[in-house]
């Protein structure tokens, strides 16, 4: 059985999640709920940057950074379903898929910044350059999002866990300005059940 480290709103690990479900593998996969802020959580001793998701394979190896996580599972899947395996598509989905945890990660750091400073340390020039990444990935994506395939592919998946992640820390607010991007959200949605059942409460 493989051990994933992961907390319910961390979405990076749902993307795992999703994956996982979308390649059959979830009854391969016990989940463990993981304390990033706690020293005493084992995932630092695990993965010595303390990050999750941290996915612990069978022999004891440790697998850390969801790019790496989502190729093995690919792999262990037959390889070739998330993640295309050769040619200009491969470059296509793996791009479209860093642009996606860019994202994530720029929505993160304001959530940190927020959460772990006080009030009058928070530097709003630096939360503002973060949400300023959003936006210009948001308004390249608006006008064309990345056609939904019958097996989602790690980028529709990344893609879905940074729009979830904007509606669980940032109300939806994006919802606004991309109408095109909603109805891609709701379609994925729609055709991918593990999206909502990964839903942080």
């Known amino acids: 059985m ?17 994956a996982a479900a979308v390649l059959g593998l979830s ?24 990050k999750i998701p941290a996915l612990i394979l069978e022999d004891g190896l440790v697998l850390f950074d969801s790019p790496v996580i989502l190729e093995y599972l690919d792999v262990m899947a037959g390889g070739g379903r998330i993640i295309p395996r050769e040619g200009r598509a491969r470059w296509e989905v793996l791009r479209m898929h860093a642009l996606a945890d860019g994202i994530m990660d720029a929505a993160l750091l304001q ?4 959460r772990l400073r006080p009030e009058e ?27 939904l395939t019958p097996t989602p592919d790690v980028a529709q998946i990344g893609l879905a866990c940074a729009l979830g992640y904007l509606d669980l820390r ?6 606004e300005r991309y109408p095109k991007l909603v109805k891609w959200l709701d379609d994925f949605a729609v055709q991918t059940p593990s999206f909502a059942a990964t839903k942080a409460p």
Do not use: C, H
């Open 2 to 18: 493989l051990i994933l480290r992961s907390s319910p709103a961390s979405p990076f690990g749902r993307k795992i999640k999703i």
């Open 27 to 50: 009854d391969r996969i016990k989940i463990e709920m993981t304390d990033t802020n706690d020293p005493a959580d084992s995932i630092r001793r695990q993965n010595p940057l303390g």
């Open 111 to 114: 959530v940190y910044e927020k």
């Open 121 to 147: 340390m928070q530097f709003a020039k630096w939360t503002d350059y973060q949400d300023e990444k959003i936006t210009r990935a948001l308004d390249v994506l608006e006008p064309s999002p990345p056609a």
């Open 170 to 175: 940032f109300e939806g607010k994006w919802r």
